[in-house]
């Protein structure tokens, strides 16, 4: 006879693991695809160790939010939003949630020691880097902002070893101010929640929303000319062709819908569900993706 009950409990508890896991926000780790997109490099191979690369990156990612989610959940029990994370809502035990974390880690260690030692090496910093930043560096301003922005750039990393192609320092640069920017915008909508009378995190009260208003468009110029650069830089136009600056319009439109979103709609507070949902910032990435693979094959 079959235990109903017990069958719902295992099913209730996976859904609550899986949840905890925050697979959603793997889609961050899509920039490990970075290196093999600009290197034009698309053998079976790459695909496959990039591929890799990323599953082992997003079970080092998920060690890192259960982590994050076990030292901030006095904070999320006062977040309208947050509060209702497994460890929040009381649904998964601190005790379980150290045991996943640390079993997520040492496989995506493992994993990665075996696929590429580099790898390895960039999972440890990532690992380490986070440990600080969810213990102590989260509540220090700007330093919060600065940690976030280079774990983007680690990703990047990972998919340039993974295929052994590094890509130029203008992506690097462009990751890393790109990040700064989602995450000030992210910070901007704490700081709404703040206003409106409900607390989040404590390193908020630090920051201000005009500041942060006027740091995002200017990011946002920044962000525009640092990408027109690359397209006009000789080995860019070596390896694919000088036509690759048209391919600007939509990170212009992709940057300044996200503006409209953070500034006006005050939508930036989850930047994951931003990409998932929001079918005109899809589209345009979309849009720029092939007519950056078009432009360059074509021409």
Do not use: C
């Not at 959603?24 to 160790?49: D, G, H, M, R, W």
């Not at 079970?59 to 890192?64: F, I, N």
């Not at 062709?241 to 319009?249: A, E, P």
Request: hydrophobic share 55%.
């Amino acid at each position: 006879e079959i235990d109903y009950s017990s069958l719902i409990f295992r099913l209730v508890m996976i859904k609550n693991i899986i949840k905890l896991f925050r697979t959603e926000q793997y889609i961050k780790n899509f920039f490990i695809f970075a290196p093999l997109f600009f290197s034009f490099q698309f053998t079976f191979t790459n695909f496959i160790s990039a591929l890799l690369a990323f599953l082992l990156f997003s079970l080092m990612a998920s060690s890192v939010y259960i982590l994050n989610d076990i030292f901030d959940v006095k904070e999320d029990v006062l977040h309208p939003n947050k509060k209702i994370r497994p460890i929040a809502s009381n649904l998964i035990t601190t005790n379980t949630a150290y045991f996943l974390s640390i079993l997520l880690a040492i496989i995506a260690l493992m994993g990665s020691y075996i696929l590429n030692i580099n790898i390895f090496y960039v999972l440890i910093i990532y690992l380490s880097i986070n440990i600080l930043y969810s213990a102590k560096l989260k509540y220090i301003p700007i330093i919060d902002i600065i940690i976030i922005a280079f774990g983007f750039v680690l990703r990047l990393f990972v998919g340039g070893y993974a295929i052994n192609e590094m890509i130029t320092n203008w992506i690097i640069a462009l990751t890393f101010i790109l990040s700064i920017f989602i995450a000030l915008a992210k910070r901007r909508e704490d700081i709404q929640l703040l206003l409106d009378g409900k607390e989040t995190r404590r390193n908020v009260r630090f920051y201000n929303i005009e500041i942060l208003n006027q740091s995002l468009k200017l990011l946002s110029v920044l962000i525009i000319l640092i990408y027109l650069l690359f397209t006009l830089s000789p080995e860019v136009i070596i390896k694919f062709t000088d036509k690759i600056y048209m391919t600007i319009i939509f990170v212009i439109i992709g940057l300044y819908r996200y503006l409209y979103l953070t500034l006006v709609k005050n939508h930036s507070g989850d930047p994951t569900k931003i990409f998932l949902t929001d079918r005109i910032l899809q589209t345009t990435i979309i849009a720029w993706l092939l007519s950056f693979y078009y432009i360059a094959k074509a021409m």
